[in-house]
């Protein structure tokens, strides 16, 4: 399960909105919500935030109550029209409930040097698909970190648009 948000700041070039964007800036959140059955029928419920596409924070829960599953979701709660009786809302009740019986057994936010060491496995994989599907090859001595590779994109999609 997780929890998607999306502001998007639109600059306007020289102050005048032409409706062509020469700055756009994303901002996305993203929460995921993972839970795992373990061995003695106690639960693990891990909750996860990423902003800009970047791990932000972890926190693992142990719980002794089974969470709802997604399975739980009926067509009535999806198509109502009242937030407060909707499948994401019964669902977050439900596990908010659970978090807060239950006992927080990890917490961690993530600093750059922890995110630049998962760089290799994670993001490179994620660019080297990015590359076959479009037909683009990047030059890959180029960059070595997320931050670095941000800024090679960056130049690069500038000199395209020239």
């Not at 998607?4 to 929460?31: A, L, T």
């Not at 902003?51 to 067509?75: A, G």
């Not at 978090?99 to 600093?111: A, W, Y």
């Amino acid at each position: 399960m997780f929890v998607h948000s999306k502001v998007n700041n639109k600059r306007e070039h020289n102050g005048c909105d032409n409706n062509i964007s020469k700055d756009y800036k994303m901002d996305e959140s993203r929460i995921i919500i993972d839970w795992k059955e373990q061995g003695d029928g106690s639960y693990d419920i891990e909750v996860t935030g990423y902003r800009n596409f970047k791990q932000y924070f972890s926190e693992v829960f142990y719980s002794i109550e089974k969470p709802l599953s997604v399975l739980s979701v009926s067509d009535s709660s999806i198509s109502g029209e009242v937030a407060c009786n909707s499948a994401t809302s019964t669902l977050l009740k439900h596990f908010t409930n659970i978090i807060s019986k239950g006992v927080k057994t990890k917490g961690h936010i993530f600093t750059e040097k922890e995110l630049n060491l998962k760089f290799p496995f994670v993001d490179l994989i994620a660019i080297e698909r990015f590359e076959e599907i479009t037909g683009i090859k990047f030059d890959n001595s180029k960059f070595n970190n997320r931050r670095a590779f941000q800024e090679y994109f960056a130049k690069w999609l500038d000199s395209q648009r020239q």
